[in-house]
T-cell receptor, first 116, second 110 residues
Framework: GAVVSQHPSRVICKSGTSVKIECRSL??????MFWYRQFPKKSLMLMAT?????????EQGVEKDKFLINHASLTLSTLTVTSAHPEDSSFYIC????????????FGSGTRLTVV | QQPVQSPQAVILREGEDAVINCSSS?????VHWYRQKHGEAPVFLMI?????EQKGHEKISASFNEKKQQSSLYLTASQLSYSGTYFC???????????FGAGTRLTVKP
């Protein structure tokens, strides 16, 4: 199989603090991982592409300094929401291409972030 | 770059059929189909890579047209468990990231 683990599943933080979300590929190596954001009843919007050993590629309109992405190994990518504000509250999901094309993309279970 | 997906929502009775469409203005490398239940991550259904391809498992199948610009997902004899939001995801090339359609909310009622 191709399993992606994402933690935490839920987090509540105060405005101004930072939150780190981890995304791990458990049984395969992922040189590229993707971070999406999803608002209620909306589609998944690509935020950035995380590349192992190099800088992430951000989508237009996504603040690089606010959403820090680090892909330090072939199995781990992290997204840090810095100086969080209530408008950052959302569902964040990571994904990676499976080890075989036929596997499609495998998604983590998502992180529900609430900033109060 | 985002594919156009239709319809936005469908309500069915158990046993009825549905078709969900996904289209792009340019030829695609691949089309993926996912189903997402409320509060959960999307689950991969299938991927289509070849123009003219048709693929399916059980009562859910999909097609990819010859020009590789349009895909349809077919749900036949729907079951209650089919309820959820269906997304198509498209890739422009083998190294590209995936973009999702707006989603189709499918509700199957007894």
């Amino acid at each position: 199989g191709a399993v992606v683990s994402q933690h935490p599943s839920r987090v509540i933080c105060k405005s101004g603090t930072s939150v780190k979300i981890e995304c791990r590929s458990l049984d395969f190596q992922a040189t590229t991982m993707f971070w999406y954001r999803q608002f209620p009843k909306k589609s998944l919007m690509l935020m950035a592409t995380s590349n192992e050993g190099s800088k992430a590629t951000y989508e237009q309109g996504v603040e690089k300094d606010k959403f820090l992405i680090n892909h330090a190994s072939l199995t781990l990518s992290t997204l840090t929401v810095t100086s969080a504000h209530p408008e950052d509250s959302s569902f964040y999901i990571c994904s990676a291409r499976g080890p075989l094309r036929s596997y499609g993309y495998t998604f983590g279970s998502g992180t529900r972030l609430t900033v109060v | 770059q985002q594919p156009v997906q239709s319809p936005q929502a469908v309500i069915l009775r158990e046993g009825e059929d549905a078709v969900i469409n996904c289209s792009s203005s340019k030829a695609l490398y691949s089309v993926h189909w996912y189903r997402q239940k409320h509060g959960e991550a999307p689950v991969f259904l299938m991927i289509l890579l070849k123009g003219g391809e048709q693929k399916g498992h059980e009562k859910i199948s999909a097609s990819f047209n010859e020009k590789k610009q349009q895909s349809s997902l077919y749900l036949t004899a729907s079951q209650l468990s089919y309820s959820g939001t269906y997304f198509c995801g498209t890739e422009r090339n083998s190294n590209n990231d995936m973009r999702f359609g707006a989603g189709t909310r499918l509700t199957v009622k007894p």
